[in-house]
């Protein structure tokens, strides 16, 4: 990987390619298949169950277009202490200069910091109006990143024992 600090900016579609999300990061690695990123949440704090997501945490972001995932490694705006990881399910991402696009596909993962796997939002996957081959891709990219938490590999090989 070739190290950069460009600028890069992040479009988040819906399943059928609609703009919901815009924000920039600053690009850290880039090879043929991914670019990782480091960003900062912008928006107002978020609450939820699993996590609350606070202004101005630092988000270590990576990127495939040949995977059905993307990653976001969290750290806490006061501390950078880890607090996890939130895995997107999307449809494989376009890398190009300067912009990052993916499909969100609904389907998420959290990870805690100690390998706690709590898949989130499967009633509205379930909902979507996709093919069967998206659907089957979803699936199989959530078993591809909970295998890949359970082996601990990377970028998950910083969860505590």
């Known amino acids: ?17 609609r703009e919901i999300l815009r924000y920039t990061g600053r690009i850290l690695a880039r090879d043929t298949t991914s670019i990782t990123l480091e960003a900062r949440f912008s ?4 609450h939820t169950p699993y996590h609350t997501f606070r202004t101005g945490d630092r988000f270590i972001e990576w990127f495939y277009n040949d995977r059905w995932y993307n990653v976001f490694q969290m750290h806490d705006v006061d501390d950078d202490r880890l607090k996890g990881w939130y895995c997107n399910i999307t449809r494989p991402a376009t890398l190009s200069d300067g912009v990052i696009v993916a499909d ?9 910091p100690g390998g706690v796997l709590s898949v989130l939002d499967e009633g509205e996957f379930a909902a979507l109006p996709i093919d069967d081959t998206t659907r089957a891709g979803a699936r199989q990219a959530l078993r591809d990143l909970c295998d890949r938490v359970i082996a601990r ?9």
């Open 43 to 46: 928006r107002a704090d978020v």
């Open 153 to 161: 590999r990377a970028p998950f090989d910083l969860i505590s024992p």
């Open 1 to 17: 990987m070739v190290l950069q600090t460009e600028p890069i900016t992040v479009i988040k579609n819906d399943h059928a390619g």
């Open 104 to 112: 969100d596909l609904a389907l998420d993962l959290f990870v805690s």
